[in-house]
């Protein structure tokens, strides 16, 4: 269970992580633009983050295999939102949001999530964990 501390603790951990592989070994440029996308991107995985445990509150009841599926629907759609949002004032180039894009980026996210699901599972069927299904403390 992921209490909500928990869970943007991990949220920002990743999202540290990803800003110290872009400005530290990408040598991301350190401009204001740039810095810009970089708290847009820390604030969407915030977002993503609280959007997801709602979702996930909210279907405690629904069927199990829809819980993961609503949740990492609700959680690409908000951080995208946000990235969108945050275009409309930043710079980004034409095709940031194109179908074309998101869509790739959708279905990069999707292999990544049916991996990590893939991985869950395996891990319960091996009793590493003992969680059979995400779930999310109030």
């Known amino acids: 269970h992921l209490s909500r501390r ?4 991990l949220a920002f951990t990743a999202w540290c992580a990803n800003q110290a592989v872009g400005f530290g070994l990408l040598h991301y440029p350190t401009d204001p633009t740039t810095i810009a996308w970089g ?3 820390g604030i969407a995985t915030l977002a993503a983050a ?3 445990r709602a979702v996930a509150i909210g279907l405690r009841t629904a069927p199990r295999w829809t819980r993961p599926v ?4 609700g959680a690409f759609i908000g951080y995208e939102g946000v990235l969108y949002a ?5 710079a980004s180039g034409d095709d940031a ?3 074309q894009t998101v869509a790739f980026v959708f279905g990069t996210n999707l292999i990544g999530f049916v991996g990590l699901e893939a991985l869950r599972r395996v891990a319960v069927l091996l009793h590493v964990i003992t969680t059979p299904a995400p779930a999310f403390a109030r």
């Open 97 to 99: 949001f194109s179908l």
């Open 6 to 9: 928990l869970a943007l603790v």
């Open 70 to 73: 609503a949740v990492f629907l």
């Open 86 to 90: 945050a275009g409309l004032v930043l």
């Open 39 to 41: 708290v847009a991107i």
């Open 50 to 52: 609280e959007i997801a």
